[in-house]
């Protein structure tokens, strides 16, 4: 299955390299290079490369690449995936995973990477069963081990590798018992010139950190559990239980991780907390344009939109911008062209808006397209599809956790076409 | 001094070196100096870097070694050749410090093949590593050792993986999966004997196996599909547990597998064309027949499509996809839509991920519009899009067009002609023009609007703009000669020359049509001939050719112009056209006979080009595979066979023993053998005649469900038959009568042998069953008669239905009686290992047993340095099933409980149970729970309410009793909605306790605290064989729930555990003394003390090697 990884840079040098199976020669990546080149943008790298021996499937994160090396046959979802678990696990180890973390935590990347592949097949992937054959790295561990002596791999196989939960360690404890859950929800929505609707769905999540000692048996139960149209699990959740009830019955992994994501279709109407109103023209001719936005609250359920950035990507003969921001400060990079306004908290009673020129340089033509304008905000203790928790209950032991549920609605891919 | 880096790869280039470096390093303490002489001061910086290195490796102290080997491990990961530390590394290959040991396993599996001979010293560490009784250390051992590529050492790997394949760890077994292939590759001519290892774990029941070992049998074997078949009810039913690669690999597989398995459900044309030309020669009437017939799914393929269906909800994209292809390739039409909702789900994942779901949606979607048309608006495309990302959801909504559609999507392209990225613009262009051809209805709007778009600034949008309206104007040349006329104009601003190639050929083609502009454009052309491209120049020719043969009087000087500058430009294609056409146009005394058809050749009318989706023929592809997101066969892509015309037979997938699923729970042997022994009162007959519809029945798609693990459990009561002597008294003087009803049934002659090897010994026979298909279905009726088959026999009786009716109700009341008589065996039936469960450590065959599994056993536990009593998972989890609930009793319910011997999740002081609960009525049963007040005093861990229990559904929950360390019943009352029935659970008192592990040392020093009236002993009499030490700790550890303590001392079995409730340590010993044994049991509890004594006692008398 996968042959190798390198890791590669942003600008371009392969900083790490790890082989499953024989050596693969770095000069591989050259056919990578070529096609990194060929495109404009670094996503526009094509995920799937075919060279004459082997093939690329590489996945771009946080500015690095990981190209995996493959010689046959296999679905590439299966290498995308495995390389984004990778990436997820780096993040988890190091809080970042930026080419500095991975060089500065090469051995811990190295002993990770043998343990997440055996001969290019998945080994073990589940953080839980990672952290007890490897330690994460912390500080206080560092100078411990120094002095002891003693070393950040385990000894034992980690007990959830064989058991039925492999996603839990066993004899987990802690002085403060406490179950957060996170309700996130996505607005992803397409809004045309007139400020009608064209697409709009939500994309939910409820992400949980638990930190309950022992066994815990949880069961979460939603209000009005039918918006939810089509949903993933975490494998802790019983499905069948799902399939017949409706409710998440789970044994939760330690600490954070995602139970569940889910879909709210595009069928249902769904309400969009913000609008824009916008004139931006260019006149023939003239090397200046007009630009102005203004952005006011729609249907927020009487909460506040906070956390408001717009982001705008003119059109190429624009040399500048000369704006004046109501509230919050913006930029804009003549290079990128990009122009972005942090606008922060909407005020109702006092509407946002910028308003300028923005000036065409000499001789160019009249911009075909209008810039789209890509939203950003967070609209805190509101789940805009309407869904509520209803109850969570703990079986299987006896102290009373500490429970706590959190609402959060955020733009997605909220875009406004001009 | 010399830059490192400029050293370094000099350096590496030689490898002879490396003898230089080793006797520099013996002159080291002159350090770099004279005596090296020129050559060696030329690497002296590398040198001393490795120097030290090598140093800090052959200095006594860990953390100096360990600290160099992280070094080491750096510059790998670089990429830098550290391949002449190869002595100084392989040194510490059998170090004490776990990460020092690892870190060296990276480097010999880096360097060992480079350094083939170096690397054979580390080999007998491995072999050494593989008896180690950790599990990790075993499976550690055994990668690098099959990573190390030395073909040398294929025989000891050979040997290795046989002998971890047979592992009890499932754990070692995986790694083994994973060393198969990896020998394979090393060596192919392993292949037979790896086929064998292969087709061993296919059989593995571990869900941690299955996955990795498909994948070795997909890299060995692909073709053997006939391995396949015995294990495929197994893999299909343990899927959902399997982790999610391995689920990827075993769908994939699957996917292929049913393709050649079954027949096609995709209705009866694809097949009918095949079925024509064969019944040809035969009669109208059976063709017709043959075309009536309707199309009955394959249970085995309706349970493939069944129990992949959950994992749609896999938060894996890869699983997700799977599932998906599976559906596309193998369900019925109608139902692959299922797929629709997960698949657009994944859009919202990563960029890589919508790339390749977005591709395998393209190629969906040109077969079957309906499927994602609902879903349109997720493929609109945002600016934030990466172009490939944009481009296939371009490619998706133009296969999704439709008349009903065509103007939402239409106004959608006109929002993407105008993106700043232009070729994504150029893109929606050529959708726009597919849009066009394939809905007549739009096409003139659409060249009217890429009209428009030819006065657009963007060169690149006027080109493919005119190149899509050629492609269009062609399809329908009537009446657009206005548009001819535009481009003409138009054509000085354009400069792209595919464009301007284009227009010519336009004008050229139609030149009749716009008879005044045509020779305009072509002294144009002749002006500017030499400068322009070839592909122009190429169509200037062409264009000066056809108004030659339509309008000489205007065109032919200019013609003979063009050609002059045609015969002597640089490009040979370019000069042998021109040269083509001269003679083809232009009439002389050489080329007469062709040239009369000069106009029929050059102004032939030309078939419109098809405008298709790139994505049409990719469909060849087997969907989500690399071969179809590259649209060209991949290096090891398998084929997806065309479905069978008639299906193989479908008996190769017979399992020994089948039962349903929502039974399998029920103790079926137990019962059946009481049953049996009722009915005798009964013709035998009767009693064979049902096996034979067992038979049949057990192809019901709700069966095999459990085949897997019934085998198991059989195995298990092999040795358990035998060591409760009332049982296997039972079970023989039954088969004795058995014997002699199937002598004397004559209709059943091919099934005696087995039915009688069966009945001789009930588990035995399972295993040499296997591998007879037909004969292993009546043994699935054998335990199922009695108890569960009642209901569904009857739906697949079909000769012998008049005497199975008849047979049922006399069976019937008869099987009423035995609740009672279950209660008393229950102290018996401790070791009964006759019934499902699902176990995470697989039993020990007594034919595998070698002394080596014994530190393997031991291995399982955890063993610790640390003083600390450390609780350790179960060594043993015995498979038995006792009887809570008679279905008669409980009006259609029935219950079984088990002991699971894992710490009790609700509660520390609770013993675990897992309760079955099945509804064996004609009605479903509703809120079955446990009533609040509990008769006797124990605390009790209620399983929440079960809502509704189908009709022949069962389910498993979970519960916990605290027993408070007594072997006292704990009673309680078991409801439903009507009816409430009273039922007790009376604990073993092996089931009180949970294992711990400890070091042999602490062993001592507990037992010396526990002495005298803490202290019981016995002594029992057995013969030697009995009390070998594999035969004791098996017996032990399955009476008791106890932890082995690993023992140096031969002659000595130590076990551990402590009570559930209180916690109390119990330490029990076994020490054989030929003939006799000496058990002591030290523990507070003196109670628990005489009670485990007692049950040891019987246990280690009576067991059988």
Redesign the interface.
Known sequence: ?IHSLFLVNASGD??????W???VS?SVCDYFFEALERA??P??V???I?TPHH?L?????HRIYFVAV?????????V?????RVVDTFQDYFGVCTEAAIKDN??V???LL?EML??G???A?ESNILKELIKPPTILRTVVN?IT?S???????P?G????V?WRR??VKYTNNEAYFDVVEEI?A?I?KSGST??A?I?GVVDACVKLT????L?LSFMNPRLL???????CVR?KRW???RILSF?PPDGNF?LL?Y?VS??NLVAIPVYVKHNISFREGSSQGRFELTLGPKQTMGKAVESVLVSS?L??GVLNANLNASQGTYTFDPVTKLLSWDVGKINPQKLPSLKGSVSLQAGA?K???NP?I?IQFKIQQLAISGLKVNRLDM????YKPFKGIKYMTKAG?F?V?T | MLGMSANSVSYNEQGSVESGVDAAQENSNISGGGSGGAAFSLFSADCKKNEDLKEMLENNK??LK?EAM?RI??L????KNASELFPAVVKNVASK????K??V??YLV?YA?EQQDLALLSISTFQRALKDP???IR?SAL?VL??I?VPIIVPIMMLAIKESSTDL???VR??AA??I??LY?LDPDQKEHLIEVIEKLLKDKST?VA??VV?AFEEVCPDRIDLIHKNYRKLCNML??V???GQ?VII?MLTRYARTQFVSPWGEDAVFDENNEKTFYDSEEERRADESKPYVMDPDHRLLLRNTK?LL??????V???VSQLYWHLAPKHEISIVT??L??LL?S????Q???LQNIATMSIQRKGMFE??M??F?V???D???IKTLKLEILTNLANEANISTILR?FQ?YV???DKAFAAATIQAIGRCATDISEVTDTCLNGLVLLLS???ETVVAESVVVIKKLLQTQPSQHSDIIKHMAKLFDNITVPMARASILWLMGEYCEHVPKIAPDVLRKMAKSFTSEEDIVKLQIVNLAAKLYLTNSKQTKLLTQYILNLGKYDQNYDIRDRTRFIRQLIVPNEKSGALSKYARRILMAPKPAPVLQSAFKDRDRYQL????H??N?Y?????ELSNWPPVAPDQSVRNVEVVEPVTEALASALGKSKRAKSDEKFYSGSEEEEEEEEGSSSEDSSSSSGESESESKSEENSDDSNKSSSSQSEKSSSESDTDKKKTQKNKKLHQQKPASKDRKLKNGKAANAESRSGSESDSESSSSESSSESGSQSELDSNSDSGTDQKRKTKSKPVQSKPVTNQAEKKEVSLLDLDDFS?V?VSTPKSSILSPSLLSDLQGLS?SSSASALQ?S?PVFVPETSHELLHRMTGKGLSAQYRFTRQ??????SMVSLQLTLSNNSEQALENIHISEKSSSGQNI?RF?AI??LEPQASATVSMGVDFNDSTQAAHFQLCTKEDEFSVSIQPAVGELLLPITMSEADFTKEQGKLVGMNESSATITTTPENISSQSVNRNVVSAANLGVIPSNQENIHRFAGKTVSSGSLVLVSVAPKDPDALITVNTEKSVIASMLLRQFKTALTNITP
């Open positions: 299955m392969i900083f790490l390299e790890k082989h199976k024989s050596v770095r404009t943008e996503e526009n094509p995920p799937v075919p093939y499937i590489n996945v771009l994160r493959i010689q046959s046959e296999v679905p590439p979802l299966f995308i995936e495995f390389l984004h090469v051995v990347v190295y002993e043998e055996d001969n097949f998945p080994l992937t120094t002596g070393t950040n791999v385990g000894e034992q196989l007990t590798q064989l058991s039925v492999p066993t004899g992803d397409i045309d064209i697409t769905e994309q022992g066994m815990p048996d069961t149209d089509d949903v993933s699990f975490h494998p499905f399939e017949a009830e044994i995602r994501s879909h595009s069928q990507q059109p190429r033509f911009p075909d397209e789209t890509n079986y299987g032991e006896k891919k875009q076409r | 860990e953390s360990l992280k491990v750096g790998i990961a670089k990429g410090n776990i990460e020092l690892k870190l396993y990276v880096r093949e950790n599990q990790l499976a990668r099959s990573s590529r760890s499932p754990y995986k790694t994973h060393a292939q990896k590759s941690l996955g990795s994948m959902v547990d982790e999610e690669w990827v994939h959950p909800q896999s938060r894996n994209t890869a997700v996809m799977a909702k997960s657009v789900r919202r990563h960029r890589e991920v790339y390749v779901v609902p879903f608006k997720s609109y945002r600016s934030t990466a172009t490939h959608e929002t105008k993106s700043q657009n600034r963007d989500g595979t690399l071969s997101s590259l060209s991949a290096t090891g892509y398998l699902p995470p955890i609780a998972s710490p009790c999740i609700y509660g520390n861990h929440s809502e509704r």
